[in-house]
């Protein structure tokens, strides 16, 4: 399908996604038909076990990772009909991550952190320093602006991290293990801090994690079993 057929569904769509790793004897098939359709401003969280191919879906829902076959639909468009470059600015605009790691540069203070994806966006504007400072407000670091992440704790760092992946107003959250670093009581503050968020920009969110205890934050939830989808008791 190319973006000329793009579809008024807004959220995130996926079609028989199969995705495979190849290896020196048979590719090793980790997605074997994912389906979804998640309307925009749901919130859903995947789990299964470490190995079950989780960060696989991940990437491959936010267009870091092309399926072997399948479709993704991002707000009725298909990512991987865009050439390179446009792909990287749709992905850059589009969807925001985060990761167990916060990938914070080190050198860089908290603002400058939250501003990084806005500088390869062509329409940043003068407004972006000011809703970088709203999102750390929000996010509970307002008098933190000038600290480097070596100054912050483990939750904060993903307060920054979550904010980050905000910055340019995303339709698409994507949160991988994003409490997986930290300490049950911080995971359960950051958790409040990523579905608040989310629910204030009206992004899709989707968080993958073996916690069950974070899944359980989820108004829905789905399970990758063998390879698919499946619906989650609860
Ligand atoms: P999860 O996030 O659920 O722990 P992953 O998606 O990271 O699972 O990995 C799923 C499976 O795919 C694992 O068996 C892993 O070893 C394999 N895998 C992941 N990335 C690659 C890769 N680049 N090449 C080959 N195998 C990979
Ligand atoms: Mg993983």
Redesign the pocket.
């Known amino acids: 399908m190319s973006t000329a057929t793009a579809s008024d569904a807004s959220g995130l769509q996926a079609r028989e996604l199969t995705r495979d790793?190849?290896?020196r004897a048979e590719p090793?098939r980790?997605l074997r038909g994912v389906n979804l359709s998640l309307a925009r401003g749901n919130a859903l969280a995947v789990t299964?076990?470490?190995?079950?191919?989780?960060?696989?879906?991940?990437?491959v829902f936010g267009a870091l990772d092309r399926p072997t076959a399948g479709e993704v639909l991002i707000n009725g468009r298909n990512p991987f009909a865009l050439p390179e470059p446009e792909l990287a600015a749709f992905r850059n605009r589009e969807i925001g991550f985060v990761f167990q790691e916060h990938y914070l540069l080190p050198q860089c203070s908290v603002l400058e952190n939250v501003l990084v994806p806005t500088l390869v966006a062509p329409d940043a504007d003068a407004g972006v320093a000011e809703r970088a400072r709203m999102l750390l407000d929000r996010v509970g670091l307002a008098r933190r602006l000038d600290h480097r992440p070596a100054e912050l704790s483990g939750g904060e760092r993903q307060r920054v991290a979550i904010a980050r992946a905000l910055i340019n107003r995303p339709t698409l959250l994507l949160c991988?293990?994003p409490t997986g670093n930290l300490d049950r009581v911080t995971a359960r503050a950051v958790a409040d801090v990523i579905l608040e968020m989310a629910r204030a920009e009206n992004a899709t969110l989707i968080v993958?994690t073996?916690s069950a205890e974070l899944a359980a934050r989820l108004p829905k939830r789905m399970e990758?079993v063998e390879g698919k989808l499946e619906e989650g008791n609860g």
């Open positions: 790793y190849p290896t090793l980790i299964g076990p470490s190995g079950s191919g989780k960060s696989t879906l991940l990437h991988d293990e993958v073996h990758l």
